[in-house]
């Protein structure tokens, strides 16, 4: 896949900027605060319906207007075009159309348009909470599986509604035994699922997250991924859900006091391993960024594999968290996959000789506006 072009209409601090892309890589510049994540930003409006900064719509909307709107062009590996577009008014809300036609389920764009995403914030992943490492996994999966992402939709539904039980029997001291069972039955159900999708996904990994790890480092250091569930699983991972019921049970009673479900996929984890060292523990600030470019490097591969489709890679603002040797690397490994957006305040931070002689494209970001762009054959 390849973004065409992109326009965004009061979109942060944008009013009207239109750009187009080179198939290779595109180096966003510009000091800070002048718009260049914004445009990744719209990128990902367009791909996940959302921005990968978390951030709510309403925050997206140019300061003094009421609405924004994102307008792609992007074509497939088949060589199909897609016109899509995603509006938002503060009174409407969102909306989302690809070739004109109104998408009613976000969860129905997810997978179309492929994308991989490291911003400073993805940082996090490998010394954040565990939240940020099932993130991770849920946006590789949804992104891959529609199945996956239908079953973890159902699961976050039947979640809240079991806390909202928990959390009313925990005020008024009595539980309707009955609507809970029902919800405990769609949890198990949909989360058995999810967590056995998570246990083939981190198996099939690891493997690919191997081999992106060795093309930035050459010898000496072994990763690794573990799936770690809120609860035993034995080793083939069959019998979940008799596994989840019966930790549901032992925690019946803590459950009631806290007013909240405290087992299932939830609660899950990765643990990240480097010579069979929990790196969180043990591994330095530098080995901690090279296993997070390349979880991102594998995720780029393992997605391409899955979908026969080649994602887009969004690059925010890395560059100052690496060290020189290791941004020079990460450009060099990036540059020679698909097309890449790489935002930057200047090209001070790498080697940019080695990056792959595929077309570049500059674009140049001030106070919003595109000030000019050039291409570097």
Known sequence: MRVKRIQLSNFRNHVDSSLEFSPGVNFITGANAQGKTSILE??????????FLHQADAAIVKIGSDSFAVDAILENEKGFVNNAR???????????????NEIKKSADVIGMFP?????????????????????????????????????????????KQRNKI???GKSTGSLDTEVMMAWTD???????????????FVGEFQATFSSAYS???????????????????????????????????????????????????????????LNNMPIREFASQGQH????????????HYIKTKLAETPVMLLDDVMTELDYSRATKTIQAVSTLGQAFITATDMMSFDENLIDMRETKFHFVREGN????NVRL
């Open 42 to 51: 719209a990128l990902s409006y367009v791909c996940l319906t959302k921005s």
């Open 86 to 100: 995603v509006v938002y008014s503060i009174d409407a809300g969102k909306r989302i159309f690809i070739d004109g």
């Open 115 to 159: 994308i991989v995403v490291l911003s400073p914030g993805d940082f996090a992943l490998t010394t954040g909470a565990p939240s940020e490492r099932r993130m991770f996994m849920d946006m590789v999966l949804s992104q891959i599986s529609r199945s996956y992402l239908e079953e973890l939709i159902e699961y976050r539904r039947a979640l």
């Open 166 to 168: 928990l959390l009313d």
């Open 186 to 200: 769609a949890l198990v159900s949909h989360g058995s699922k999810v967590m056995m999708k998570r246990t083939e």
């Open 215 to 273: 093309t930035l480092v050459e010898y000496g250091e072994a990763p690794a991924l573990r799936y770690t569930p809120s609860f035993g699983l034995n080793e083939r991972g069959t019998n979940v859900s008799e596994s989840f019921y019966a930790s549901l049970s032992h925690l019946a009673k803590m459950e009631r006091i806290r007013g909240a479900t405290l087992s299932g996929p939830h609660r899950d984890d990765i643990a990240f391993v």
């Open 289 to 300: 960024k090279t296993f997070l470019v390349a979880l991102k490097i594998a995720e780029f």
């Open 370 to 373: 595109m000030a000019y762009d």
